[in-house]
């Protein structure tokens, strides 16, 4: 039986810090502060510029958004993490820890164990947490701020600019890596993002590399220099929009940085003088006038160098040049057409193996394949074939919500109840589960109420 009331009570925590929340209303509105409680039809909130508590009619409520901690398990780090695409849309994250053919198992730190039916997961890709070498942001404290620290802060997981400034911090950047963000802004897109440079602490490093936005066009430069690489090029869709997924590659081995955005290859650059000794751990972050600005999401991972979506417009750009030594983008291409055989899962060098699953033990898998089993590293994989199954999507519920969570989890729940200090939820995806408040980013309501659809992809500025 459903719980008939949801209480979520907070730590006592400063003024400045209670205020970390924001909830945002079906009129437009929004208030910043933190939730007193949460039933299934009412939110309590509290924030400095109210005298007393108010209480919200959820009906009449968009989103709430928080500010998440990136938690982890208990014990020995998790070698791999695995992507569960649903068959609602949902994309759930953690470790693999159990596959049959009904049921698809995953550790996660923010729910525990997680069982998820079969016929309602559509993919399951895996990634090297090796590879992962930032994840955030969580604050502002651990960023250098320019300008005696005015232009930067930091609210509900979001880093926000309102002036000409910039913030920094090391990163174990790797000799290869991707840079991925998501940005939005209001105006024009004309931020500043420095990587490798050698002095985090100045907004001019000697060393590195630098992306310049103005608008829709875009630079590359050597920092501290006048040494651009090559051409600018344009990203229409930075002046049509105003929000993006921005994702930068560069590689120190071959010079080639190159430019994502929403997952649209725009355009690559080249240094064919690298001088990876004098480059550094800095990543800057630089607002070039005062538009707002917004920062989030940000993930550092390593990249092999190469690429297997590439389209074939680089081709015709580099004139068929290929990536590393005699690699070739157009062999590439025609490659990416021909679909793996069935059954076959994709290994982190490139090689490809047929088999079924029969068994995971922490970070080991074993396979059978036509000719032995083979035991080896979950983190070795890029994906896992699923037996073909009849695909189910869950049902929906009346009160149902919209979760997103500090690891970039996204699901579909309905908030049924409480036990302690976390909200309990149900899905047929994966029946009840528990977790934990502090995982949550942004909590949707009334999301299957048409009349507000258009009101959450408007920026809340």
């Known amino acids: 039986m459903r719980a008939a009331v949801i209480y979520i009570f907070l730590l006592s925590l400063p003024m400045m810090a209670q205020d970390q929340a924001i909830v945002r209303f079906a009129n437009g509105d929004k208030l910043s502060g933190s939730v007193l409680s949460l039933t299934l039809d009412k ?21 709430l958004t928080m500010p998440a901690t990136l ?58 947490t090796s590879e992962i070498h930032y994840r955030g942001p969580t604050g502002i404290d651990d960023w250098t701020r320019s300008n005696d620290g005015i232009g930067w802060t930091y609210k509900a997981g979001t880093l926000v600019s309102e002036s000409a400034s910039g913030i920094a911090r090391e990163i174990e950047f790797p000799d290869e890596c991707k840079i991925a963000f ?30 310049v936005f103005q ?42 940085v190159l430019l994502f955005v929403d997952g649209e290859f725009i355009d690559m650059w080249e240094d064919d003088a690298v001088k990876a000794d004098a480059l550094g751990k800095g990543f800057h972050l630089i607002s070039q006038d005062n538009a707002p600005l917004r920062i989030s999401n940000i993930l550092v991972s390593e990249w092999d160098g190469y690429t297997d979506d590439l ?33 076959r899962m994709v290994l982190r060098n490139g090689d490809s193996i047929e088999g079924e699953v029969i068994g995971i033990e922490g970070e ?10 083979v035991s080896f590293p979950v983190s070795r994989l890029k994906n896992i074939v699923l037996k073909p199954a009849d695909m189910e999507t869950p049902k929906r519920y009346k009160g149902d919500v919209r979760a997103t969570f500090s690891d970039g989890s996204q699901m579909v729940f309905r ?20 977790f934990s408040k502090d995982a949550f980013k942004r909590i949707e309501f009334n999301i299957y109420d048409r009349d507000m659809e258009h009101l959450r992809g408007q920026d809340d500025w």
Do not use: C
Request: hydrophobic share 35%.
């Open 43 to 63: 939110l309590t909130w509290e924030s400095q510029i109210l005298k007393v508590p108010a209480e919200f009619d959820l009906e009449h409520v968009l989103d």
């Open 311 to 343: 389209p074939e417009k680089m081709n015709r750009l580099r004139g068929g040049r290929g990536f590393r030594g005699n690699w070739d983008m157009e062999d590439q291409a025609n490659a990416d057409e021909k679909e793996l055989p069935e059954g």
């Open 215 to 256: 608008g829709n066009s875009v630079h590359v430069k050597k920092a501290g220099s006048n040494n651009w690489l090559g051409h600018s090029t344009n990203a229409g869709m930075l002046r049509e929009n105003e929000s993006a997924r921005i994702e930068i590659r560069a590689s120190l081995k071959s010079g080639k």
């Open 71 to 128: 938690g982890v398990e208990d014990g020995q780090p998790a070698e791999h993490e695995a992507v569960l695409e649903m068959t609602n849309g949902d994309t759930i994250k953690g470790q693999l820890a159990g596959l049959t053919d009904d049921e698809i198992r995953l550790k996660t730190w923010y729910a525990g164990d997680m069982v998820f039916r079969r016929v309602n997961v559509l993919s399951v890709k895996i990634t090297s």
């Open 364 to 373: 080991t898998i074993r396979l059978k394949t036509p000719l032995a089993e």
């Open 182 to 211: 998501d940005a939005s802004w209001k105006g024009a897109f004309r931020p500043r993002i420095i990587f490798y440079s050698n002095d985090f602490e100045s907004s001019s490093p000697t060393e590195g590399y630098e992306m």
């Open 415 to 434: 908030l049924d109840g409480v036990k302690g200090d976390s909200l309990v939820g149900f899905s047929q995806n994966f029946g009840e589960a528990v």
